[in-house]
């Protein structure tokens, strides 16, 4: 599908976006290995979590979808079957990093593999430290997807961390749900925390001393409600529209401020945008709270270190709005940005250079020169979500319509993307 994108004037808009993608995928996985039903609420039911959906349903595991409302019926710790066929994570870098951790100490084997992006996304970030462990895991892609896993029993390891990123730890801290003895994990920066969060909440024994991240395996886990919080990667998105539009105000309410995850407004405020935080709560020990953002001159930063693996998801979108600040932004320390559904860097750098942008694209990251207007053009998604949305959000204050190519992949994170967007005019 194409998608064309007209500019907009002005917003002026309350509005709520669907729930966190990384909390919704948490919420199946460790409601089907905890005893009971886990009621989910706020679920999104974008492609990725409904991948994670049908693999569990494959590992024998009876779950409902009504809406955002999610009824997962969990087996327990060791209550998972032998799937009869593929486990196919689809697009998914969540779901396959996670599940081949919580799948290489069960009592059976399986496969796993996804979509073309899927086979180029590194998979020995995971298979290292779980073969530490006694894992018997192998791809067959060297390196990449397919996976298969032959199910053993796991020892206990102690894990430094190469690179920030919670879906390797998450996948070493489902192992250890299953090894003989305590598992310590050590991040030297701070990675999204949803999986210590939820599993602690279920009744496991996980604790963070400084970044040393200790799990002590325990008898069973056991469901409890989880209310999803919306999520802020999706919000992102019209954070930055409403940042960069003329003459707007935009709420965003109910969105997840984790702190693991709010580098994009730290980012944000340290420009200058004018963004309040009303109605701060907690809801399933996740902090959550409304965001007020109204129309700013941005000035430019440099980005690097300890906040990036707290706004991964989000650079896209920052570059968009680095386009229209005052000075030269510099984002740096984020190669991983090369990893995710597509190379960020060069995708961003590609697709917004068919707007007009002048980027200029470093080792680590990019030099974004500022007060650079754009213009209209027809531009490609590379069948990533973030990228559509960020091009899309570019499109809103640019000169003339932009067309943006294979457009649906937003269904990924964010099924109604369009249909909200168009909604502000
Ligand atoms: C995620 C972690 C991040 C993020 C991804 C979701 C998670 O990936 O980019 O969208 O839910 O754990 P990395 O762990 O590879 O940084």
Known sequence: MDKVIKPINKINAVI??????????????????????????????????????????????????????????????????????????????????????????????????????????????????????????????????????????????????????????????????????????????????????????????????????????????????VTVPADISSAAFFIAAGLLTPNSEITVTNVGINKTRTGILDAFLEMGADIKITNERLAGGEPVGDLVVKTSDLKAITLGGDIIPRMIDEIPVFVVAALAANGTTVVKDAQELKVKESNRIATMIEELGKMGAKITETDDGMIIEGGQKLHGGTTYSHLDHRVAMSVAVAALNAEGATTITDADCVGISFPNFYELLESLR
């Open 16 to 225: 709520t976006v669907p729930g966190d993608k990384s909390i919704s995928h948490r919420a199946v996985m460790f409601g089907s290995i905890a005893k009971g039903d886990t009621e989910i609420t706020g679920f999104l039911t974008g492609d990725d979590c409904m991948s994670t959906i049908s693999c569990f349903k494959k590992l024998g595991i009876d779950i409902e979808v009504n809406g955002d409302k999610v009824v997962v019926h969990g087996k327990g710790l060791h209550g998972l079957t032998a799937p009869d066929e593929l486990l196919d994570v689809g697009n998914s870098g969540t779901t396959i990093r996670l599940i081949s951790g919580l799948l290489a100490g069960q009592k059976f084997n399986c496969k796993l593999n996804g979509d073309a992006s899927i086979q180029k996304r590194p998979m020995n970030r995971v298979i290292k430290p779980l073969s530490a462990m006694g894992a018997k895991i192998k791809s067959t892609n060297d390196g990449y997807a397919p996976l298969e896993i032959t199910g053993t029993p796991l020892k206990a390891i102690e894990y430094k961390m190469p690179v920030a990123s919670a879906q390797v730890k998450s996948s070493v801290l489902l192992a250890s749900l299953y090894a003989d003895g305590e598992t310590v994990v050590i991040e030297d920066m701070p990675s999204r925390d949803h999986t210590e969060i939820m599993l602690n909440y279920f009744g496991a024994d996980i604790k963070n001393e400084n970044g040393r991240i200790t799990s002590t395996p325990v008898e069973e886990l056991y469901a409890k409600p």
